[in-house]
């Protein structure tokens, strides 16, 4: 489905009235210089793209680790041409004939391919692929920008300059197509159990995670850490209004997560920290609530740093949540219910592990999200419930509740 655009129109008119020309039988002549149709949501060829790419070597970077490797795979076309994909692909020590656990692994900007964060999950048990979305390379480590190769795909981050190109030449179409590609060669590998993978993103990453979760029914899970839909309550709301009014409305119409988010079933754990400068409360909150309330589960720690690295891979709810859905661990504490009354909060939970402690994070503030400060007290627990009495002046609070294993959950934030 989509909507005509008339984007110019020319009229042929003799300089009577309008009622002699009606009287006349006038002709008026309309002409349609140019008309395009613009797709409502873009489509992704999932009969394409859920097959295993066809691999390609990498002559020049070489993996340090045992057990991964560097490869190339096709990806999409590109302004006409072919592209490929760089990534890392890794499997754990295992019983010869045992099938393993999956991730995808989707970096975030400023970011490209990590071998160490395949590595930290292969050293979990699972198979992993990190793949590069902006065309470019790992090598050298420490080049900015990033370099890019010969067969690269469209440059990132969110394609806000790219928006009046064709929609299959843009950076979200191409890295949305480059994970789910990703995804399909990993399910290919015989060590891989195809009913066993999950996908995780950061920033950027994570953005692009609300959408592929959407678009690729196969995952068994999902984690976006930061990221979130409704980019008009983002730190890039910014980058939007630059873009001028239509663009700015065709680049929601077709890359915010929020239209893809209802169509993600599968159980996802959002990762976050009350402070994060890019994706803030509101956006977070109505990214969230677009799924099945069962099948969500918040993770906001007080402060949360953001990056790439220990910040944003190794929160270790992360890896609870994945091991409880695919490698029979134990779950996250699941909130059941959230009551406010007069300054009286009332969380019930249930959780297969103790709970040992319980906070209200609460700010006093307004304004910009990333500035507010945000305060800590305990709450009390006591028969499968938590309570705790707001102070005078809140702005905004929400509660979090701690395992024994040290893995927070949160309540929805409420603001006041």
């Not at 793949?131 to 080049?143: F, R, V």
């Not at 929609?167 to 066993?196: C, F, M, N």
């Not at 949540?321 to 059941?336: H, R």
């Amino acid at each position: 489905m989509g909507t005509l655009k008339i984007v110019d129109l020319t009229f042929d008119m003799k300089p009577e009235s309008l009622f002699s020309m009606i009287l006349s039988s006038t002709l008026v002549a309309i002409s349609v210089v140019h008309a395009e149709v613009v797709p409502s949501v873009p489509k992704w060829d999932l009969a394409v793209l859920g097959r295993a790419p066809a691999i390609f070597p990498s002559e020049h970077i070489q993996a340090k680790t045992p057990g991964i490797r560097a490869l190339f795979y096709e990806g999409l076309p590109y302004q006409g041409k072919p592209t490929r994909v760089f990534a890392w692909m890794g499997m754990p020590k295992a019983e010869p004939g045992t099938k393993v656990p999956a991730m995808v692994l989707v970096h975030g900007g400023g970011g490209t391919a990590f071998q160490n964060w395949v590595k930290l999950w292969n050293d979990r048990g699972y198979a992993a692929i990190s793949m590069d979305t902006c065309g470019a390379l790992p090598e050298p480590e420490n080049a900015r920008p990033r370099p890019r190769h010969s067969h690269g795909g469209p440059p990132g981050w969110g394609g806000f300059d790219q928006i009046d190109q064709p929609l299959e030449d843009q950076w979200t179409y191409h890295s949305v197509a480059s994970a789910i590609l990703g995804h399909s060669l990993l399910r290919e590998q015989p060590e891989v159990d195809k009913g066993r993978i999950g996908l995780t993103g950061i920033s950027w990453g994570g953005y692009l995670t609300c959408i592929i979760a959407g678009v690729d029914d196969r995952f068994r899970f999902a984690v976006p850490v930061y990221g979130c839909g409704f980019y008009r309550d983002t730190v890039f709301g910014a980058n939007l209004k630059k873009t001028g009014s239509d663009q700015g409305a065709r680049w929601m119409q077709w890359w915010d997560p929020s239209n893809y988010l209802p169509n993600a079933k599968m159980p996802i754990l959002w990762v976050t920290g009350t402070n994060d400068f890019a994706y803030w409360f509101p956006g977070l909150q109505q990214s969230y609530r677009l799924g099945p309330p069962e099948q969500r589960t918040l993770a906001v720690r007080l402060r949360m740093p953001h990056g790439h690295g220990a910040a944003g891979e190794a929160p270790k709810e992360i890896a609870v949540f994945a091991d409880s859905i695919v490698n029979g661990g134990g779950p996250l504490p699941k909130i059941v219910s959230h009551q406010v009354t007069g300054n009286q909060i009332s969380v019930s939970f249930t959780s297969k592990q103790p709970v040992v402690k319980a906070e209200l994070l609460f700010t006093m503030q307004l304004g910009d999200w990333p500035k507010r400060l945000w305060e800590v007290i305990p709450a009390m627990i006591h028969d499968g419930k938590v309570t705790a009495t707001l102070p005078e002046g809140v702005t905004a609070f929400y509660v979090n509740l701690y395992d024994a294993r040290d893995c927070a959950v949160s309540t929805e934030h409420v603001e006041r």
